[in-house]
C-alpha cells in the first residue's frame, strides 16, 4: 500500500506545484517598477493573420533597469508590436527605434503600489485556494481507500496528517512568495 501513498504524493506534490508556478507567473505581470521582460509576457501581437506571442516576433531584453527592449526580428512588424505593447493596458508608452521598440518603465506612485500590493494579495489567496482543492481531493481519496478497506483507519490518519503537512509547506511557500512580491512592489 505505500506505493498508493507514493503515487498519492506525487500527484498532490505536482498540482500544488502547479498553483505555485502560476503564482510566479501573475506575479511576474505585475509591474513593480523595475524591467522585466516578464512584463511583456501577456502581450499578443497580430501578425501574419493572427495573434502571437510577443516572444514569437522578437528577442525581449533589460538593457537597464527602467527600460525593457524588443528586438523586433521582421520589420513590418514593428508598428504592430508597438501597438499591442501600448494596447495592452500594462500602463506602457513604447517608441520605435528601428527594428527595435524601446519600453521606458516609469515610476510608480505611491496609490499604484498599494493597488499592486492588493492584486499581489489575491494572486496569493488564488493559489491557496487551489492548493486547498487540491488538499481536498487528496483527502478524498484517501478516505476512498478507506472506505474500499484498502488501507486500516490508523493508515488513513496518517495519510492524511501527510497530506497537511504538505499542504501547510505549499501554504508556507505561497505566503513567503506574496511577502516577498509586496516587499518588492513597495520598495521605492
Known sequence: MAADLTALKEDLTRRMDGALETLRRDFGGLRSGRASPALLEPVRVEAYGGELPITQVGTIAVPESRMITVQVWDRTLVGA????????????NPMADGQVVRVPIPQLTTERRLELARAAGRYAESAKISVRGVRRDGMDQIKGFEKKSEISEDDSTDWAADVQKLTDSYVKRIDDASADKEREIKQV
Open 81 to 92: 508590436v508597438e501597438r499591442a505593447i501600448r494596447d495592452a493596458g500594462l500602463g506602457l
